[in-house]
């Protein structure tokens, strides 16, 4: 079937923006196109500029300028900052265009209900970018659980973890480092993980718990001799968070070594050693990470009890060479392993029986979150060409719950570790 080329405006041009939802289109012109773009810096606005060749007059300092406009495309992206993301998506479903929308919907349980009742009453499809729900990997752990291989699931297991690189760069010296200008790790960062889990058992969550706090990144445990920037630091060859090291010299992941997009594009947007050395010298990646002023938590355990007793342990932690998921999925007949990182799954039977599955994801710009991402925005733009009223997996109907329980993971976190109840 043939549909049409689905025209799009992008708000917020960082790393889920321009490197994934835009660069997108440039993969699949025959698919989409990018017609209008916002950011408040000049030098990215710039970038996706020339790109796209998108004219000057198109190209706006805000998202409040780009949706002020006349409609021009049939969907937007919203990819700013997660305490803008109400606000934005207001503006958008407001000026008619249907929504693909960043994680967190929005900071707190008024916020996601706000966006939920204007997608209704803008009768518009809202799709949240919880990308895991498209990956082969969870999708193939729920077909074997929908056809009864595990018997019915009792409990699940999983574990982010997020890597120590990754976690130094995003939640220590990034923009999500404080909740007060983000929000809580769990829901920056893990509320992907409360949807896939809560998915994968078909069933409502009912109580949650959680325990957490930020043990490493603070000045109590910066080492004797640690200054303020790793430039300037004269311990920091025994350091595993220098970011000198890391962005710099290193052979394997800095800008030296042939490195251009994320995480480096994201110091400066045309790196290369002179910028990036600029930037470690005035920017916040090149701060010592136990000097600054991040308040999010680096590890983090939440239990959830579902419907009939089932439950989930899940455990987020910075403390990891790499960043990957692993999940163990236990029913009554069997249990399912899984490692996102490899793209692989057994399933062991009580019978004595183990079977293995490979399902590696073709490599390229497009392979990020096990193919999740590819596929999702091939099925949104697949679903606005159609004109079909289908919802996707991750329809703002679906994306509500995963984010009370992150939520309120949080705050039982705070009351050191209260049992709350979830109440939808």
Known sequence: MNH???KMVIAGLGGRGHDIYSNYGLEHPDEMEVIAIADPRPDRLKIAREEWGIPEERCYATAEELFAQEKMADA?????????????AEAALKAGYHLLLEKPVAVDIKGCLTVLDLA???RKHVVVCHVLRYTPFYNTIQKLIQEGHIGEVVTIQAMEQVGYWHHAHSYVRG???????????????????MDILIWLTGKRARFVSS???NYLFRKEMAPDGAASRCMNCTIRKDCPYDAVRYYLEDERTSVNAGRTRWPINVLTPDPTPETVKEALLTGPYGRCVYYCDNDVVDHQVVNIELDDGV???FTMSAFTERCYRTIKVMGTRGCIEGNMDDSKLVLHDFFGNHKEFDLQVTDGSMAGHGGGDNIMMKQFIELLSSGKEDQMLSSIEHSIESHLVALLAEESRLANGQSLPVKL
Do not use: F
């Open 76 to 88: 937007a992206v919203i990819a700013t900052q997660d305490q803008q993301h109400v606000a934005h």
């Open 211 to 213: 325990y957490g706090n």
């Open 4 to 6: 049409k080329k689905i």
């Open 175 to 193: 923009n999500w480092r404080r909740s007060d200008e983000s929000s809580p790790m769990i829901l920056a960062k893990c509320c992907h993980d």
């Open 311 to 313: 439950t989930i342990n």
């Open 120 to 122: 209704r009453k803008y």
